[in-house]
Nanobody, 119 residues
Framework: QVQLVESGGGLVQPGGSLRLSCVAS????????AGWYRQVGMHRESVAAM??????DYPDSVKGRFTISRDNAKNTVYLQMNSLKPEDTAVYYC??????????????WGQGTQVTVSS
């Protein structure tokens, strides 16, 4: 059993910053990849992705403003968001692709955290 718990969302003014955290706990696992997604209504898009070798990828909409990182010791993935814009308002979800002992490879998701950018 692996649980992903997100935190760090909230209300921030345009131009401000937030750091989202995604903590994995439970059974032992091997990390393959992680990503952050945001959803507005029925539309979901990737905003950051990384692999176990440290490679990262971002869409043009957030490139230069968002940074994904990982702390192996804390089993935590972060999303640093700077220069936030109103169009960044969404529910943000973290995702990890991991191999869980005695279970196998799978995708795990956080519960979502609301980010609202407004003055």
């Amino acid at each position: 059993q692996v649980q992903l718990v997100e935190s760090g969302g909230g209300l921030v003014q345009p131009g401000g910053s937030l750091r989202l955290s995604c903590v994995a706990s439970g059974s032992s696992f091997t990390f393959y990849a992680a990503g952050w997604y945001r959803q507005v209504g029925m539309h979901r898009e990737s905003v950051a992705a990384m692999t176990s070798d440290g490679n990262t990828d971002y869409p043009d909409s957030v490139k230069g403003r968002f940074t994904i990182s990982r702390d192996n010791a804390k089993n935590t993935v972060y999303l640093q968001m700077n220069s936030l814009k109103p169009e960044d308002t969404a529910v943000y979800y973290c995702n990890m692709r991991i191999y869980v002992d005695y279970d196998g490879e799978g995708d795990y998701w956080g519960q979502g955290t609301q980010v609202t950018v407004s003055s």
